[in-house]
C-alpha cells in the first residue's frame, strides 16, 4: 500500500488545518492509520490513531482535545482536523499503517511498515 499525506501549510495560532492521507495499491479501511509527526531537530512522535475498522481513536497528551482523527471508508481517506494550533505543533505529519499492528504498539512508529511521504505544517506565533 502507497500512502499520500496532504493538506499541510502556513496557518497562525490559534488557526486550523486538515490533513488528509489516501492510500493505494489496496484500501486500508479495516487497518489502523495513524499520524506522527517530526519537528526540527526532534524524533518522530505519535499524534493520533484510528483503530482498525473500529471508530476507536488514540491521542498523545500534547494534542487530545484539539485534535480529531477520523476516516471516510467511502473514498478511502483518513483526517486529522487539528484545532486551536500552536507554534509547538509545527512539524512535517506523515501517515502510516499496517495491518498486522496490535493495539499495545499503536504508538510506536518502529512497528509501521507503510508511511507517507509527510506534508508540512508551519504554525506561526
Known amino acids: 500500500v502507497q500512502l499520500q499525506a496532504s493538506g499541510g501549510g502556513l496557518v497562525q495560532a490559534g488557526g486550523s488545518l486538515r490533513l488528509s492521507c489516501a492510500a493505494s495499491g489496496r484500501s486500508f479501511s479495516r487497518d489502523t492509520v495513524a499520524w506522527f509527526r517530526q519537528g526540527p531537530g526532534k524524533e518522530r512522535e505519535f499524534v493520533a490513531a484510528?483503530?482498525?475498522?473500529?471508530?476507536?481513536?488514540y491521542y498523545s497528551d500534547s494534542v487530545r482535545g484539539r485534535f480529531a482523527i477520523s476516516r471516510d471508508n467511502a473514498i478511502g481517506l483518513v483526517y486529522l482536523q487539528m484545532n486551536s494550533l500552536k507554534p509547538e505543533d509545527t512539524a512535517v505529519y506523515y501517515c502510516?499503517?499496517?495491518?498486522?499492528?496490535?493495539?499495545?504498539?499503536?504508538?510506536?512508529?518502529?512497528?509501521?511498515?507503510?508511511w507517507g511521504q509527510g506534508t508540512q505544517v508551519t504554525v506561526s506565533s
Open positions: 484510528i483503530w482498525r475498522s473500529t471508530s476507536n481513536t
Open positions: 502510516a499503517t499496517d495491518a498486522r499492528l496490535i493495539l499495545s504498539s499503536i504508538a510506536m512508529a518502529r512497528m509501521y511498515n507503510y
